[in-house]
């Protein structure tokens, strides 16, 4: 395998759209121009994709994942604008997802707070969104995080609670009299 050389990536993930200048995104049949759809109602917020870090987890999910363990590489940007990476531990008995390594990861880094999220799958899977734990232990690790999901040229980023309504937010249901 090739290293990475700092290259703008190809495949279908970001395709030419944010890259580069490139051209707009070709070949993915049904890919119109950006009319607003009911995720933009969700979200009456624009919020701007953190492209840096969608390539940052593509790089890693292309170099670093493989066989059946690593799958998924996720990257996550700090408050104070570190990125982190992660893989996934796949393992039957409930391996952690890539998502919640980069949680222990970026703690390992003194890292705390993240601001945005972002998962990308090995193969050219492109962007990923969070399986339902991970949204419900993002909700509770990081309440205003941001998760990048949406397919290639349509890739958006929207608030965890966006990804999970009538949350249930474990802090709210403690005993302990701790403010949050
Ligand atoms: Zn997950």
Redesign the pocket.
């Given at each position: 395998m090739a290293e990475w050389d700092g290259s703008p990536l190809s495949g279908s993930l970001l395709s030419g759209s944010e890259v580069g200048g490139g051209p707009r995104m070709t070949g993915h049949h049904g890919a119109g121009p950006c009319h607003p759809t009911k995720a933009e109602k969700m979200t009456t917020r624009a919020h701007p994709v953190d492209h840096e870090l969608v390539q940052a987890a593509a790089q890693v999910a292309r170099t670093r994942c493989r066989g059946d363990n690593h799958t998924m590489a996720a990257a996550g940007r700090a408050r104070d604008g570190r990125m982190v990476t992660a893989v996934n531990a796949y393992h039957f008995t409930g391996g952690p997802?890539a998502?919640?390594v980069l949680i222990g990861t970026a703690a390992a880094q003194g890292v705390y707070e993240l601001d945005t999220i972002v998962a990308v799958g090995d193969r050219d899977r492109g962007v990923v969104p969070?399986?339902?734990?991970?949204r419900q232990v993002l909700l509770d690790y990081f309440p205003a995080v941001e998760v990048i999901v949406g397919e290639a040229d349509r890739i958006r980023a929207v608030p965890v609670t966006d990804l999970l309504p009538e949350s249930y937010v474990w802090a709210d249901h403690q005993l302990d009299e701790e403010a949050g």
């Open positions: 997802c998502e919640l969070p399986c339902g734990r991970c």
